[in-house]
């Protein structure tokens, strides 16, 4: 070992983040392997390394018996207190035995196992910085595409982006940038694994608490995201400050906010509903844009009957029923929507004591479009 190679140390600590200690190990891991197979001994050796100097030196370690049956691992207490008269039985006594020409061996055999140990050091570093990222958000460069992945760098590491987790809309191709939702760390033989998605819920959530800032100080809260990636989705939002309108924050001056996150879904539409603990209230608001006229619950099935104008009942369920199944999926309630004239023939509209949702505008959101407007 000479002292060029404890400046190359020094450079991996310093370029690679990996400790020097690491390094020595490894070193000294590889020399002791070197001296093992080139020179036929036995395991008990030990290697010791003078950092200062660079200088190398290799002991064989031997216990002290009273009758030898492997000279390779044992020596005799007379030949041993001829080193020492103070030995004693089953004490261990060290011995140079540093070849002459261990040096340019060594160098050949320990360059691949310090190669690998770098490696691992530099995998369990990327792993531990990663692993701290689940359910977090990056931006990343698109480097390849197979039938099965998406290749996404992130810097150190290149991340997989699975079909099933890629919006159907979007066309990708090398070098685009793009922001991911990191789904899962995996620990493997190959080093760490990191699993990213577009569809994910947290992405849109994760998008929201960029853009606007009263979410990300804790001002606004998320409270449920329902979405159907690419086409549309709903968040429901709510504050304690009662100075502070939730969906106004996030949609943002003329839709500013709102639209930064649709354009990054590459047209993805995004409806932001008021949350609220009242079901009758919260489902109501979940169906925006389609005003509702009555809301009947049934607590022990969770589920809801909704009553909505007879020419805004298309506009409630949705197109294929995309509307009531996102409002189903955002509040956590089974909802059965009928048109008015409908209710009104079942006998179930109007109620004697019918809750008049419209009673109190304050409960009630705008439908982001008209926010917007």
């Not at 990191?194 to 809260?221: A, M, N, W």
Request: with cysteine; hydrophobic share 40%.
């Amino acid at each position: 070992m000479s002292s060029e190679l404890l400046d190359a140390l020094i450079i991996l600590e310093r370029e690679k983040g990996i400790s020097r200690e690491v390094l020595i190990d490894a070193i000294e891991a590889a020399l002791v392997s070197a001296y093992r197979r080139n020179f036929n001994q036995a395991q008990n050796v030990r290697i010791d390394l003078n950092l200062k100097t660079g200088s190398m030196r290799v002991f064989a370690r031997k216990e002290v018996v009273d009758q030898v049956f492997d000279p390779r691992l044992e020596i005799s207490l007379e030949d041993a207190r001829q080193i020492n008269p103070n030995y004693s039985v089953e004490d261990v006594v060290e011995m140079e035995v540093t070849p002459k020409d261990f040096g340019r061996i060594a160098a050949q055999t320990a360059k691949q196992v310090v190669t690998q140990r770098v490696r691992e050091a530099e995998r369990g570093i990327i792993y531990s910085e990663f692993i701290d990222r689940e359910e977090d958000i990056m931006t990343g460069i698109v480097q390849r595409l197979d039938s099965k992945f998406i290749y996404v760098s992130l810097g150190k590491i290149e991340a997989l982006l699975p079909v099933n987790e890629q919006i159907p809309n979007e066309r990708y191709k090398p070098h685009d940038r793009i922001k991911v939702f990191i789904t899962k760390v995996e620990k493997t033989t190959k080093g760490p694994q990191i699993f990213v998605s577009r569809t994910h819920p947290g992405l849109l959530k994760r998008l929201f608490e960029i853009e606007v800032p009263e979410i990300y100080d804790g001002t606004v809260e998320i409270k449920s995201v329902a979405r159907e990636a690419g086409d549309r989705s709903k968040i429901s939002v709510h504050s304690e400050n009662n100075e502070v309108d939730p969906v106004g924050s996030c949609v943002g001056p003329k839709g500013t906010r709102v639209q930064a996150v649709v354009n990054e879904l590459k047209g993805e539409k995004v409806d932001i509903v008021k949350w609220s603990d009242d079901p009758v209230v919260f489902v109501a608001n979940s169906l925006s844009p389609s005003k509702v006229l009555d809301v009947m619950v049934n607590e022990a099935d969770k589920a809801t009957t909704v009553v909505v104008p007879d020419y805004q009942l298309s506009l409630a369920i949705g197109k294929r029923g995309q509307n009531a199944r996102l409002a189903a999926k955002l509040t956590g309630w089974k909802i059965d929507i009928k048109a008015e004239a409908e209710a009104r023939e079942l006998g179930i509209y109007p109620r004697e004591e019918m809750i008049r949702l419209f009673d109190n505008h304050d409960d009630l959101d705008l439908n982001v479009e008209d926010e917007m407007e």
